[in-house]
Nanobody, 114 residues
Framework: VQLQASGGGLVQAGGSLRLSCVGSKIILSRYTMGWYRQAPGKQRELVAN???????NYADSMKDRFMISRDNSKNTVYLQMNSLKPEDTADYYC?????????WGKGTLVTVSS
């Protein structure tokens, strides 16, 4: 099983990025998919998640700027990030969770310059 996250990069404050998470040897539609982030010196935190039925959940500080979605035909989950702020700088990880089974992908780095 592999979760491959991509789409990170350097962006100016106020800009946008779209992260993608593609599953290999795993059917993502069966899982609750989440995006998490970890900034230097801080704990990993939930950004957003989406369950198999499409219900979404966001961290309060991101709900008005970020949007999680999934394309089951592409076995991919996305995180659209708008109005980025320097404090959004972090490694972003995707996560697949089904009951007691959890998979993590490697992070993709997002750097927001002021």
């Amino acid at each position: 099983v592999q979760l491959q996250a991509s789409g990170g990069g350097l962006v100016q404050a106020g800009g946008s990025l779209r992260l993608s998470c593609v599953g290999s040897k795993i059917i993502l539609s069966r899982y609750t998919m989440g995006w998490y982030r970890q900034a230097p010196g801080k704990q990993r935190e939930l950004v957003a998640n989406i369950d198999g039925g499409g219900a979404t959940n966001y961290a309060d500080s991101m709900k008005d700027r970020f949007m999680i979605s999934r394309d089951n035909s592409k076995n991919t989950v996305y995180l659209q990030m708008n109005s980025l702020k320097p404090e959004d700088t972090a490694d972003y990880y995707c996560n697949a969770c089904l009951m007691r089974t959890t998979y993590w992908g490697k992070g993709t780095l997002v750097t927001v310059s002021s």
